[in-house]
């Protein structure tokens, strides 16, 4: 620390000036090679005309860290996510700081009176709770910011990590339809959010490119859950004219879809074909395995972190918005139908 005309010259005032985050100023201070070079000179320079007096690198105890953040963790693909930040952190040196705000404006105060007490090089969300007053203090911090989004968010200022929801979706109900299916069920996501509005668009427009009607009666609603998986297959079941297939927005809501049919004497897929979204681990292992469309969640992880950090080091992102590739996983699951 430093002083300048009586005034103490902090790593935060740099920062400020330099427009840069704090954790950025530091990695100068401490020599560490992940800058970007006209960074370094910015940071270099306002350091030496503002007189900081620099202390030993081996005096620094806070570690770097990342801040993932979510709505809630009680769903799997929560799990899947953290691995893939872990595994970059791991690698950089950097740990990460895992909390859920759930769904609650006070407990996003909460989090962020907590981030500032510690040395964070940047934050992701997997949450839809990125309001304009908090994405304003996050720029007055001069934090990076990137958005995974398999729960689908308005990108606003942020870069985003995404799937192609769309093209998963048409091609695991293009696939129902080459086994045979004409009466496809769907169970939708939240209705807010754009990766459920993706997969319902997928599902129609697989319809449409097969001259199939969109029949209203099939489609529920659901929160990729469980419990929306188990009541929206009942209902379907229930139809006086049932479907022969049932698509899920989510591999959770798939599961429920099997209990349903279970409870009703029925079989997967001899008597109802079952696809679901997300390949969790899990999934292969039901009976029968499940057919899915793999959200690379991890990979997800993986390059929100790097992103995160290629950020706080200030270098740019080439593209906005990032969508990686889903995949159909066939297993056993559907089936041509019997009648």
């Known amino acids: 620390m430093g002083t300048e005309n009586g005034r103490n010259v902090t790593i935060a005032m740099i920062a400020r000036l330099a427009g840069v985050s704090v954790p950025t100023v530091s990695r100068v201070i ?34 770097a860290l990342i801040d993932l953040v979510f709505n809630d963790l009680d769903s799997p693909w929560a799990v899947e996510i953290i691995r893939g930040v872990e595994d970059v952190g791991q690698t950089s040196g950097v740990g990460t700081v895992v909390s859920a705000i759930h769904w ?121 859950y469980h419990e929306a998986g188990f009541t929206a297959g009942t209902q379907l079941l229930a139809l006086p004219d049932p479907p022969t297939a049932i698509c899920a927005s989510s591999d959770q809501m798939a599961l429920g879809v099997y209990e349903a049919v279970r409870k009703r004497g029925l079989r997967v897929p001899d008597d109802v074909s079952v696809v679901g979204f997300d390949d969790l681990p899990e999934v292969r292992w039901c009976s029968p395995p499940l057919t899915t469309v793999r959200q690379p969640l991890a990979e997800m992880g993986m390059l929100a972190a790097r992103t995160v950090l290629r950020l706080a080091g200030g270098e740019r992102t080439e593209s906005p918005r990032v969508e990686l590739a889903t995949e159909l996983i066939v297993r056993d699951s559907a089936a041509p139908p019997r009648w």
């Open 30 to 63: 401490n020599g560490r090679s992940d800058v970007a070079p006209d960074t370094r000179e910015r940071v270099e320079a306002l350091l030496n005309r503002h007189g900081y007096r620099r202390r030993s690198p081996a005096r620094r105890t806070d570690a």
């Open 104 to 224: 609650r404006i006070s407990s996003a105060k909460q989090w962020l009176d907590n981030m500032r007490t510690r040395s964070t090089e940047g934050i992701i969300f997997v949450t839809s709770m990125v309001n304009p007053p908090l994405q304003a203090e996050l720029r007055r911090l001069h934090l990076p910011v990137v958005i995974i989004d398999p729960a689908g968010v308005d990108p606003q200022e942020s870069p985003t990590i995404g799937a192609t929801n769309w093209a998963g979706s048409l091609s695991a109900n293009q696939y129902l339809i080459s086994l045979g299916h004409r009466r496809i069920g769907f169970i939708a996501g939240p209705p807010h959010l754009m990766c459920s509005r993706a997969r319902m668009d997928g599902y129609r427009a697989a319809l449409g490119a097969a001259g199939i009607p969109v029949d209203d009666a099939l489609i529920r609603p659901g929160n990729f």
